[in-house]
Nanobody
Framework: VQLQAFGGGLVQAGDSLSLSCATSGLTFTGRSMGWFRQAPGKEREFVSAINYSGGSTLYADSTAGRFTISRDNAKKTLYLQMNILKPEDTAVYYC?????????????????????WGRGTQVTVSS
């Protein structure tokens, strides 16, 4: 199983970035997916999640209204469109594959519900 996040970079506050997560070796279709992030010296935190069909999404309070999660099941790829970026969005962003045995609920905000994790991509937002 491989998950690889792409698209990070250095941007200014107010700019946008689009992250992608390419997957292989797992049942992408039928599995919920999520994005998490970890800033230096801080714990990993939930960013957003999407159910298997894309019909249901979750966002952290800090990202709702600015970030949009989506997926392309045919391409087995997860996306995160990030707008109006703030310096506090600076972190390494990770994509994760939800445990296929667990339902997509509010608990999908919890890292423990995810079975596979990818390598992150650094997002740095300057003020």
């Amino acid at each position: 199983v491989q998950l690889q996040a792409f698209g990070g970079g250095l941007v200014q506050a107010g700019d946008s970035l689009s992250l992608s997560c390419a997957t292989s070796g797992l049942t992408f279709t039928g599995r919920s997916m999520g994005w998490f992030r970890q800033a230096p010296g801080k714990e990993r935190e939930f960013v957003s999640a999407i159910n298997y069909s894309g019909g249901s999404t979750l966002y952290a309070d800090s990202t709702a209204g600015r970030f949009t999660i989506s997926r392309d099941n045919a391409k087995k790829t997860l996306y995160l469109q990030m707008n109006i970026l703030k310096p506090e969005d600076t972190a390494v962003y990770y994509c994760a594959a939800h445990s296929i045995n667990l339902p997509f609920t509010q608990d999908s905000r919890t890292a423990g519900n995810y079975a596979f994790w990818g390598r992150g991509t650094q997002v740095t937002v300057s003020s």
